[in-house]
């Protein structure tokens, strides 16, 4: 079995890729199974894979750093159950110094299960060329840190979302990170598209893929600071009325246009609208998105379940006010009966990994 350790910030286009790339081996007959990480318990993407009948284990309640024998488990768990060929094991975006404290601990347990290793991490390329042009991306010193860590201990870098990018702008991060991280793997890539995701596959199943992988020195003060900085909220909210979409499409609105409105940094801002058949996943990160509304699938109706992952530089109350507030709102508006279940609002704690190998 071949295992694929994958890091990298809050909205970088993990989830898009291991989806897309479990799609692809399975279509060549090779089985894939994922394992999701979140300080919540309560996971989009987890629901999202089992929703593209991927072969899912999740650590949940904190990362895998912190959690490692969770991740082991899991890892044995799913070779157990559905005997994958690949295991893609996903970070939670708000984690770094994976290397000390996860890479390196697989590598020595490793009990000749897994015969392959591999880390790559992601970055969003429009988030990436304004941290190189200098630019302030918004976040605590402290966010920042923990954004810069993760791109410095990647031995392969997937510089993702190129396709939002405009020429200029492609060329221009390709001549920055050529100079500024000549040591590292580095990919240009759209998750999005099939062949652009190969391309990561063959490249992370490279056995030279650990090669220049190190151990970083980290200041797990500030590291802790910075989690500290970002607040989570998780729940599901049921929707019942006739035409129950609009409803759904209505307070994923509300409530991306209240942390824009309150100048909240959005980490990651995830919904997963399902009506029982289909599901699909809306999703929000640090940059503006504008056009969301044109890539939904319209579901027909009466009971609609939505999904709310949120990530973001604020108070786990100043969220919870905020959801609270656009659901009494769309209520109203609407008529529509709207019910919470799972509520979960907090701030991550301190980062105590496991294992931890010096540098």
Same mark, same amino acid.
């Given at each position: 079995m071949k295992l694929h350790?994958?890091?990298?910030?809050?909205?970088?286009?993990?989830?898009?890729?291991?989806t897309n790339a479990s799609l692809l081996l399975k279509g060549k007959g090779i089985l894939a199974g994922v394992i999701t990480n979140d300080q919540g318990n309560y996971l989009v993407d987890s629901s999202f894979a089992i929703a593209s009948e991927i072969p899912?284990?999740?650590?949940?309640?904190?990362?895998?750093?912190?959690?490692?024998?969770?991740?082991?488990?899991?890892?044995?768990?799913?070779?157990?159950?559905?005997?994958p060929k690949v295991i893609f094991?996903?970070?939670?975006?708000s984690c770094t110094d994976l290397v000390a404290t996860v890479l390196r601990p697989l590598v020595d347990n490793n009990d000749d299960e897994i015969e392959h290793i591999s880390f790559s991490v992601f970055v969003d390329s429009q988030?990436?060329?304004?941290?190189?042009q200098g630019n302030n991306l918004g976040f605590s010193d402290e966010v920042s840190y923990i954004f810069e860590k993760q791109i410095e201990e990647a031995a392969v870098l997937v510089i993702n979302k190129v396709e939002l990018l405009s020429a200029d702008e492609l060329a221009l991060i390709t001549k920055l990170t050529n100079e500024k991280f000549a040591r590292k793997k580095l990919l240009f890539q759209n998750s999005l598209d099939l062949k652009s995701v190969e391309n990561w596959v063959s490249a992370i199943d490279d056995k030279e893929v650990l090669k220049n992988t190190q151990v970083l020195?980290?200041?797990?003060?500030?590291?802790?600071?910075?989690?500290?900085?970002?607040?989570?909220?998780?729940? /599901?909210?049921?929707?019942?009325?006739?035409? %129950? *979409?609009?409803?759904?499409?209505?307070?994923?609105?509300?409530? !991306? #246009?209240?942390?824009?409105?309150?100048?909240?940094?959005?980490?990651?801002?995830?919904?997963l609208v399902n009506n029982g058949e289909q599901s699909q996943k809306i999703s929000f990160t640090t940059v503006p998105k504008k056009d969301w509304k044109e890539e939904l699938k319209v579901f027909e109706g009466e009971k609609i379940s939505l999904m709310l992952n949120a990530r973001?530089?604020?108070?786990?109350?100043?969220?919870?006010?905020?959801?609270?507030?656009?659901?009494?709102?769309?209520?109203?508006?609407?008529?529509? /009966?709207?019910?919470?279940?799972?509520?979960? %609002? *907090?701030?991550?704690?301190?980062?105590?990994?496991?294992?931890? !190998? #010096?540098?």
């Open positions: 350790l994958v890091g990298g910030f809050l909205g970088s286009g993990k989830t898009t890729a291991i899912t284990g999740e650590v949940t309640g904190g990362c895998f750093c912190c959690n490692y024998n969770d991740l082991d488990e899991q890892i044995n768990i799913l070779l157990e159950k559905e005997q094991a996903e970070s939670v975006g988030l990436l060329l304004a941290h190189l020195d980290v200041d797990y003060n500030k590291y802790g600071k910075g989690e500290a900085d970002l607040a989570w909220l998780d729940e /599901e909210v049921e929707i019942l009325k006739e035409n %129950a *979409f609009p409803v759904a499409v209505k307070i994923i609105d509300k409530v !991306y #246009a209240s942390l824009k409105g309150q100048n909240i940094r959005i980490g990651h801002l995830k919904f973001a530089q604020t108070t786990p109350e100043n969220l919870r006010d905020i959801v609270v507030s656009v659901l009494s709102e769309v209520k109203t508006d609407t008529g529509a /009966e709207i019910n919470e279940y799972c509520v979960s %609002a *907090f701030t991550p704690g301190f980062p105590t990994p496991t294992f931890r !190998y #010096a540098v």
